[in-house]
Protein backbone atom coordinates (compact mmCIF):
# COMPACT_ATOMS: atom_id res chain seq x y z
CA UNK A 1 0.00 0.00 0.00
CA UNK A 2 2.17 2.85 -1.14
CA UNK A 3 0.05 5.88 0.20
CA UNK A 4 3.85 8.31 -0.61
CA UNK A 5 5.21 7.90 -4.14
CA UNK A 6 8.15 8.81 -5.99
CA UNK A 7 7.17 8.15 -9.38
CA UNK A 8 11.00 8.81 -10.61
CA UNK A 9 13.94 6.58 -9.38
CA UNK A 10 16.50 8.90 -10.38
CA UNK A 11 17.30 12.23 -11.30
CA UNK A 12 20.53 14.19 -12.78
CA UNK A 13 21.09 17.79 -13.19
CA UNK A 14 24.57 20.29 -14.00
CA UNK A 15 25.96 21.60 -11.20
CA UNK A 16 24.34 24.99 -10.53
CA UNK A 17 21.19 24.89 -12.41
CA UNK A 18 17.71 23.72 -10.66
CA UNK A 19 16.93 20.24 -9.20
CA UNK A 20 13.72 19.51 -9.07
CA UNK A 21 12.38 16.17 -7.44
CA UNK A 22 8.39 15.62 -6.97
CA UNK A 23 6.11 13.34 -4.69
CA UNK A 24 2.81 12.36 -4.80
CA UNK A 25 0.80 11.15 -1.84
CA UNK A 26 -2.87 9.33 -1.78
CA UNK A 27 -3.85 9.93 1.99
CA UNK A 28 -5.53 12.49 2.47
CA UNK A 29 -5.53 13.13 6.00
CA UNK A 30 -1.78 13.58 5.84
CA UNK A 31 -1.06 16.97 6.73
CA UNK A 32 2.70 17.04 7.31
CA UNK A 33 5.04 16.45 4.53
CA UNK A 34 8.97 16.10 4.71
CA UNK A 35 11.87 15.74 2.35
CA UNK A 36 14.70 13.55 3.75
CA UNK A 37 18.54 12.94 2.68
CA UNK A 38 20.39 9.73 2.63
CA UNK A 39 23.82 9.54 1.61
CA UNK A 40 25.30 5.83 1.27
CA UNK A 41 26.48 4.00 4.90
CA UNK A 42 24.08 6.81 6.92
CA UNK A 43 20.77 7.23 8.19
CA UNK A 44 17.94 9.28 6.26
CA UNK A 45 18.76 13.44 7.22
CA UNK A 46 15.47 15.28 7.94
CA UNK A 47 16.27 18.86 5.13
CA UNK A 48 13.11 20.66 5.40
CA UNK A 49 9.54 20.19 6.08
CA UNK A 50 5.68 21.82 5.36
CA UNK A 51 2.38 21.90 6.85
CA UNK A 52 -0.79 21.35 5.54
CA UNK A 53 -1.52 24.97 5.97
CA UNK A 54 1.44 26.18 4.00
CA UNK A 55 1.77 26.19 0.10
CA UNK A 56 5.13 26.89 0.41
CA UNK A 57 8.31 26.56 2.37
CA UNK A 58 11.91 28.17 2.11
CA UNK A 59 15.18 27.06 3.54
CA UNK A 60 18.20 28.39 2.30
CA UNK A 61 18.75 26.40 -1.24
CA UNK A 62 16.05 24.38 -0.98
CA UNK A 63 12.40 24.72 -1.25
CA UNK A 64 9.02 22.57 -0.93
CA UNK A 65 6.03 23.38 -2.81
CA UNK A 66 3.07 21.34 -1.82
CA UNK A 67 -0.17 21.47 -4.00
CA UNK A 68 -2.93 19.76 -1.62
CA UNK A 69 -5.71 19.38 -4.65
CA UNK A 70 -3.01 17.75 -6.35
CA UNK A 71 -1.69 15.74 -3.80
CA UNK A 72 1.73 16.54 -4.58
CA UNK A 73 4.48 17.86 -3.33
CA UNK A 74 8.10 18.93 -4.87
CA UNK A 75 11.61 19.97 -3.72
CA UNK A 76 13.44 22.32 -5.12
CA UNK A 77 17.05 22.69 -5.00
CA UNK A 78 18.64 25.99 -6.38
CA UNK A 79 21.49 26.21 -7.32
CA UNK A 80 22.38 22.31 -7.20
CA UNK A 81 25.65 21.69 -5.92
CA UNK A 82 27.70 18.78 -6.19
CA UNK A 83 27.29 17.21 -2.26
CA UNK A 84 23.38 17.44 -3.22
CA UNK A 85 24.36 13.89 -4.88
CA UNK A 86 21.87 11.85 -2.62
CA UNK A 87 18.56 10.07 -3.13
CA UNK A 88 15.91 12.26 -1.19
CA UNK A 89 12.73 10.65 0.05
CA UNK A 90 9.52 12.55 0.64
CA UNK A 91 7.46 11.65 3.72
CA UNK A 92 4.12 12.33 5.35
CA UNK A 93 2.12 12.15 7.86
CA UNK A 94 -1.72 12.06 9.40
CA UNK A 95 -2.86 15.02 12.19
CA UNK A 96 -2.09 13.83 15.43
CA UNK A 97 0.48 11.06 14.36
CA UNK A 98 3.98 11.10 13.42
CA UNK A 99 4.21 7.57 11.75
CA UNK A 100 5.85 8.86 8.49
CA UNK A 101 5.10 6.96 5.13
CA UNK A 102 7.80 7.01 3.32
CA UNK A 103 8.72 7.55 -0.71
CA UNK A 104 10.49 4.93 -2.71
CA UNK A 105 13.39 7.73 -3.33
CA UNK A 106 14.65 9.32 -6.10
CA UNK A 107 18.63 9.23 -6.67
CA UNK A 108 19.80 12.77 -7.60
CA UNK A 109 23.41 13.68 -9.06
CA UNK A 110 24.74 16.77 -9.76
CA UNK A 111 27.10 16.96 -12.29
CA UNK A 112 30.08 19.84 -11.95
CA UNK B 1 25.52 12.77 14.10
CA UNK B 2 21.75 12.71 14.24
CA UNK B 3 22.19 11.52 17.95
CA UNK B 4 20.63 8.17 17.36
CA UNK B 5 22.71 5.14 17.64
CA UNK B 6 22.31 1.76 17.11
CA UNK B 7 23.94 -1.65 17.44
CA UNK B 8 25.28 -3.72 15.89
CA UNK B 9 25.91 -1.90 12.70
CA UNK B 10 26.27 -5.40 10.85
CA UNK B 11 24.86 -8.56 11.79
CA UNK B 12 25.04 -12.14 9.84
CA UNK B 13 22.67 -14.63 10.80
CA UNK B 14 21.38 -18.01 9.41
CA UNK B 15 17.57 -19.14 9.03
CA UNK B 16 15.40 -19.67 11.73
CA UNK B 17 17.11 -17.77 14.00
CA UNK B 18 16.40 -15.05 16.32
CA UNK B 19 18.28 -11.12 16.35
CA UNK B 20 18.06 -8.02 18.77
CA UNK B 21 18.54 -4.43 17.51
CA UNK B 22 19.39 -2.05 19.75
CA UNK B 23 18.94 1.52 19.43
CA UNK B 24 19.13 4.25 21.32
CA UNK B 25 17.19 7.84 21.14
CA UNK B 26 18.75 11.60 20.77
CA UNK B 27 18.85 13.10 24.54
CA UNK B 28 15.20 14.18 25.52
CA UNK B 29 13.20 12.37 22.33
CA UNK B 30 11.03 10.64 23.65
CA UNK B 31 9.35 8.49 20.76
CA UNK B 32 10.82 5.86 19.04
CA UNK B 33 10.41 3.89 15.27
CA UNK B 34 11.37 1.37 13.93
CA UNK B 35 11.80 0.71 10.04
CA UNK B 36 12.62 -1.67 7.32
CA UNK B 37 14.57 -0.62 4.39
CA UNK B 38 14.63 -3.84 2.13
CA UNK B 39 16.84 -3.38 -0.98
CA UNK B 40 15.92 -0.47 -3.42
CA UNK B 41 13.06 -0.01 -1.21
CA UNK B 42 11.62 2.77 0.41
CA UNK B 43 11.40 3.01 4.24
CA UNK B 44 8.20 0.59 5.37
CA UNK B 45 7.40 1.59 8.70
CA UNK B 46 7.41 -1.26 11.59
CA UNK B 47 6.28 0.05 15.00
CA UNK B 48 6.51 2.98 17.04
CA UNK B 49 6.73 3.64 20.67
CA UNK B 50 6.18 6.55 23.08
CA UNK B 51 7.45 6.82 26.18
CA UNK B 52 7.56 3.61 26.72
CA UNK B 53 3.94 2.46 25.08
CA UNK B 54 3.44 1.31 21.77
CA UNK B 55 2.09 4.47 19.76
CA UNK B 56 1.49 3.04 16.34
CA UNK B 57 1.85 0.31 14.32
CA UNK B 58 2.17 -0.64 10.34
CA UNK B 59 3.78 -3.15 8.32
CA UNK B 60 5.50 -5.05 11.44
CA UNK B 61 5.62 -9.10 11.16
CA UNK B 62 3.89 -11.31 13.92
CA UNK B 63 7.90 -12.73 13.74
CA UNK B 64 9.33 -9.57 14.98
CA UNK B 65 8.42 -7.37 18.16
CA UNK B 66 9.81 -4.28 20.23
CA UNK B 67 9.97 -2.80 23.09
CA UNK B 68 10.81 0.44 24.79
CA UNK B 69 12.58 0.35 27.99
CA UNK B 70 12.00 3.18 31.01
CA UNK B 71 15.54 5.02 30.23
CA UNK B 72 14.00 4.92 26.73
CA UNK B 73 16.20 3.17 24.65
CA UNK B 74 14.62 0.36 22.17
CA UNK B 75 15.27 -3.14 21.18
CA UNK B 76 14.00 -4.55 18.35
CA UNK B 77 13.40 -8.49 17.90
CA UNK B 78 13.44 -10.71 15.00
CA UNK B 79 12.53 -14.44 15.36
CA UNK B 80 12.07 -17.15 12.94
CA UNK B 81 14.17 -15.22 10.43
CA UNK B 82 13.62 -15.61 6.65
CA UNK B 83 15.99 -14.52 3.86
CA UNK B 84 13.60 -12.47 2.98
CA UNK B 85 14.10 -10.28 6.21
CA UNK B 86 17.70 -9.55 5.31
CA UNK B 87 17.28 -5.93 5.26
CA UNK B 88 18.25 -2.27 6.80
CA UNK B 89 16.76 -2.03 9.96
CA UNK B 90 16.79 2.40 10.52
CA UNK B 91 15.66 3.49 13.99
CA UNK B 92 14.61 7.14 14.56
CA UNK B 93 13.64 9.37 17.57
CA UNK B 94 11.53 12.30 18.05
CA UNK B 95 10.79 15.01 20.78
CA UNK B 96 7.00 15.02 20.14
CA UNK B 97 4.61 12.67 19.43
CA UNK B 98 3.27 14.82 16.19
CA UNK B 99 4.26 16.84 13.59
CA UNK B 100 8.19 16.99 14.31
CA UNK B 101 10.61 15.54 12.03
CA UNK B 102 12.34 12.28 12.98
CA UNK B 103 16.39 11.81 13.63
CA UNK B 104 17.86 8.69 12.39
CA UNK B 105 20.31 6.22 13.42
CA UNK B 106 22.67 4.79 10.50
CA UNK B 107 21.16 1.32 10.44
CA UNK B 108 21.66 -2.33 11.21
CA UNK B 109 22.23 -4.32 8.31
CA UNK B 110 20.95 -7.82 8.78
CA UNK B 111 22.09 -10.48 6.33
CA UNK B 112 19.78 -13.97 6.45
CA UNK B 113 21.77 -16.75 5.13
Known amino acids: DQQVKQNSPSLSVQEGRISILNCDYTNSMFDYFLWYKKYPAEGPTFLISISSIKDKNEDGRFTVFLNKSAKHLSLHIVPSQPGDSAVYFCAASEDGNNDMRFGAGTRLTVKP | ?113
Open chain 2, 1 to 113: DSGVTQTPKHLITATGQRVTLRCSPRSGDLSVYWYQQSLDQGLQFLIQYYNGEERAKGNILERFSAQQFPDLHSELNLSSLELGDSALYFCASSVAQNNSPLHFGNGTRLTVT
